[in-house]
């Protein structure tokens, strides 16, 4: 099974700051690689898939890049609403397997 | 509007079993293909199951392999995981999510709201 690295598995910032989360594969996964951002008692939610392509009605100050075993998911300037968990998932093999996360808190 | 309704969750003794349903609508359930992922108190997401649009293919975690079947009724909309043999790690929200693929892609548009199995005496 692939193997998904997030770090750091919590980061604490301030309202305005530009945050990056990566992710690390154990193997090359292409561009098969999604972010998702979970609040508590909530189902996730997609916000990038295939490494950088937005999903429709995600604010633009979210952003992904890379390909093969590195990955980030940059956040331009947090808003109060973004204090969540976020994941990394690759899809480019079964069994799918996430990351397991970071929790973004407020400073 | 992509609907999904999971249900059959409950508290349940080490060993017994229960099966979960997911009700979907909104798109042509027996066109997509459909997946379980679950996430155990306070930890991070774990995909367990995955059935083909026909059912006809199936895939499993190691961890859940020959415990639990994925199964579906296209003629009701209908996504099910059956769990035999249940153990105490296998306590989690379960949720049923439809995959998006394309030739270059393979994520999780869409997610229903999750059901809670508790394993414990």
């Known amino acids: 099974d692939i193997q998904m690295t997030q770090s750091p598995s919590s980061l604490s910032a301030s309202v305005g700051d530009r945050v990056t989360i990566t992710c690390r594969a154990s193997?090359?996964?292409?561009?098969?690689l999604n972010w998702y951002q979970q609040k508590p008692g909530k189902a996730p939610k997609l916000l990038i898939f295939a490494s950088s392509s937005l999903q429709s009605g995600v604010p633009s100050r979210f952003s992904g890049s890379g390909s093969g075993t590195d990955f980030t998911l940059t956040i331009s300037s947090l808003q109060p609403e973004d204090f969540a968990t976020y994941y990394c998932?690759?899809?480019?093999?079964?069994?799918?397997?996430f990351g397991q996360g970071t929790k973004l808190e407020i400073k | 509007e992509v609907q999904l309704l999971e249900s059959g969750g409950g508290l349940v003794q080490p060993g017994g079993s229960l099966r979960l349903s997911c009700a979907a609508s909104?798109?042509?359930?027996?066109?997509?293909?459909m997946s379980w992922v679950r996430q155990a108190p306070g930890k991070g997401l774990e995909w367990v199951s995955a059935i083909g649009g026909s059912g006809s293919s199936t895939y499993y975690a190691d961890s859940v392999k020959g415990r639990f079947t994925i199964s579906r009724d296209n003629s009701k909309n209908t996504l099910y995981l059956q769990m035999n043999s249940l153990r105490a790690e296998d306590t989690a929200v379960y949720y049923c999510a439809r995959p998006t693929v394309t030739t270059s892609a393979d994520y999780f548009h869409h997610w229903g709201q999750g059901t809670l199995v508790t394993v414990s005496s």
């Open positions: 909104g798109f042509t359930f027996s066109s997509s293909a």
């Open positions: 193997q090359s996964i292409s561009s098969y």
């Open positions: 998932q690759q899809s480019y093999s079964t069994p799918s397997t």
